[in-house]
Every structure is written in structure tokens, then in C-alpha cells.
């Protein structure tokens, strides 16, 4: 069985083999999935399952303990693994660093969501949350979308941002800047990418410009939302998973729930525009993207690192 660090995973990210892989992916059988999530006094253990055929079957298992920030020293908040298992024969294929795994899929996600929906000609980014996800999401979306000039940087604590920026202006080349005024950028983005803890919108759809993808990533309980319902009435919406994201995260969940969208809103995920379902329509057009993740996905992105 192989052991695939996180190092191993990260030293050499090729973000088109990601994307590749899961568009592979949702070219086979749809997968099966499941999670079992466990809560004790703010910590959590979550583990998410997929079956896919043809591919194998992943179980990955993490705790989320918020107040190991706090520990001496410090431990990360996230620790987990992935574990792969052979379709034939149901032997244990690999194990993966679950928290590096993550991060590697979450941005491959949200890249592949702006390969198939974002403008092609998109020349500024907007990151909103400058948290341990921010990094690896912007770099992704610049393999996406190589006609990108400029990333905007938005945080609560902008000295986070500040050294986000710097980081990235040192790792890519690319200007990066960090910003005070959220909603002074906001029209002004060619893409926002948004990962953040609120549980209130944060972008203002009013404030979006004709052309603007939204891709929503941080939003990941049924009480978590990072757009108003403004925005998801001037966009075209679309999906990840519609079985991770519709009845289970609050972008969609909560105005689901209060009639401010209809599940006919929401027009692909990603086994739909793989198969050929439209996606952005011209120019002028919003689309928003919810990256609401899944195992199958680990699943996909565990068989490529296991391969390459």
C-alpha cells in the first residue's frame, strides 16, 4: 500500500492533471456516498465515503478540533487520512495526508468550476477570506484561467491579506494586492472566489457586474452562507454535487427552504456540464458556483495521485 505524505502531494501540483482527473471521473458511473458526521462540545469527526465503479471506493476520516489553535505548540485544526481501496479485489490501495488532500481537491474543484463557467477572457480576481484554503484556491484558479492579470485580496484582519498577497506576488509573479473595501471591488471582479466562515452573506449581488463568476467555497454546514439571495437571482447556478449541496449546505438549503430560488435554479453540477449541459450562455451572464465537495471527489483526486 502506498503512504503519500502531504509533501508528496504538494511538491509538485500539476492543476490541469487535477481537473483532468475529475472530469475523468464524472464520466463514469455516478458515485455512491455517504458521511458520518459526529459532534462533541464545538469538535467534530467527520468521515465521507464514495463508491465509485470502475474506480474503487475512499473513506476519508478527520477531526476538526477549532481549539488546537490553542494548544502549546500549536497543533492544525484539521487531521485526518484518506484511505483508497481497489475496486477488484477491495485491498487498501493508498493512504493520503487527509488535510493536504483536501486543499489539492477543494482548489481543483473550484477550478474546474471556473474552467467550465468563467469567462475566458477574465482578467481580475477577487479572494475574499485570506484563511489557510486562499492560497492554494488562488493558484488554482490561475491555471484555470491563464488570462488573469490582477488578484484582490479581501480579509477581516488585513494583515492577513497583506501577507496573502505577498506570498502570492512572490510564488506566482502575478500582482496581488490586498484591499479594505470589500464591496468597492466587488464590481470590479472578473471572478470572486470566496471562502470564508460566515454564516451572513458577505457579497451584495447588487454590486456584481455583468460577466462575474462567483465560485462559493467556504460555506460547509446548513446555517453557512456567503452570498444574498440578490445574487443567486441574477446568476445562473450550478453545482459541484447536488447531493452535497443542496439539502446540506445553507448557500442553497436556506433559500431553498424559503422559496427565494426553486430547485430548477440550480441547472448543473458537474456530471450534467461534463456530459454537456449549458453552462455560462454569453458574456453578460453571472454564473455562481457552489464547491460543496464529496467523497467521490477525494475519491477522484486520491486515484490520480495513486497513479501518476
Not at 21 to 36: C, E, F, S, V
Not at 118 to 142: C, F, K, T, W, Y
Not at 247 to 262: S, T, W
Request: glycine letters at 8%.
Amino acid at each position: 500500500m502506498q503512504i503519500l505524505t502531504a509533501e508528496m502531494l504538494e511538491k509538485s501540483v500539476d492543476w490541469q492533471a487535477l481537473m483532468d482527473g475529475l472530469i475523468a471521473g464524472h464520466k463514469m458511473p455516478k458515485a455512491h456516498i455517504g458521511d458520518t458526521l459526529l459532534e462533541q462540545g464545538g469538535r467534530k469527526f467527520l468521515a465521507r465515503s464514495a463508491w465509485i465503479e470502475g474506480l474503487g471506493a475512499c473513506t476519508k476520516a478527520v477531526t476538526i478540533y477549532p481549539d488546537n489553535s490553542q494548544q502549546k505548540p500549536a497543533l492544525p485544526s484539521v487531521q485526518g487520512h484518506l484511505i483508497m481501496f481497489d475496486e477488484a479485489t477491495g485491498a487498501p490501495l493508498a493512504l493520503l495526508d487527509g488535510p493536504a488532500e483536501t486543499r489539492l481537491k477543494t482548489a481543483a474543484d473550484s477550478a474546474l468550476g471556473s474552467a467550465l463557467l468563467s469567462r475566458q477572457d477574465a482578467e481580475l480576481l477577487l479572494m475574499v477570506g485570506a484563511g489557510n484554503m486562499a492560497g492554494p484556491l488562488i493558484e488554482a484558479h490561475l491555471a484555470a484561467r491563464p488570462s488573469l492579470q490582477k488578484v484582490l485580496i479581501w480579509n477581516r484582519t488585513e494583515k492577513r491579506a497583506a501577507q496573502l498577497a505577498a506570498d502570492i506576488k512572490r510564488l506566482t509573479g502575478i500582482d496581488a494586492e490586498a484591499i479594505s473595501e470589500l464591496d468597492e471591488a466587488i464590481p470590479e471582479a472578473d471572478i470572486i472566489c470566496s471562502a470564508t466562515m460566515s454564516e451572513k452573506p458577505v457579497i451584495k449581488g447588487a454590486l456584481l457586474s455583468k460577466g462575474t463568476h462567483l465560485d462559493l467555497v467556504g460555506a460547509y454546514t446548513p446555517t453557512m452562507r456567503e452570498v444574498d439571495n440578490k445574487a443567486l437571482a441574477r446568476a445562473r447556478l450550478f453545482a459541484d454535487s447536488f447531493d452535497t449541496t443542496l439539502d446540506h449546505i445553507g448557500e442553497y438549503k436556506i433559500p431553498l427552504q424559503r422559496g427565494a430560488i426553486q430547485r430548477s435554479d440550480v441547472l448543473a453540477d458537474f456530471y450534467g456540464l461534463v456530459d454537456g449541459a449549458k453552462g455560462r450562455l454569453d458574456d453578460d451572464d453571472i454564473t455562481l458556483f457552489k464547491n460543496g465537495g464529496g467523497a467521490h471527489l477525494d475519491l477522484m483526486i486520491a486515484h490520480h495521485f495513486a497513479n501518476q
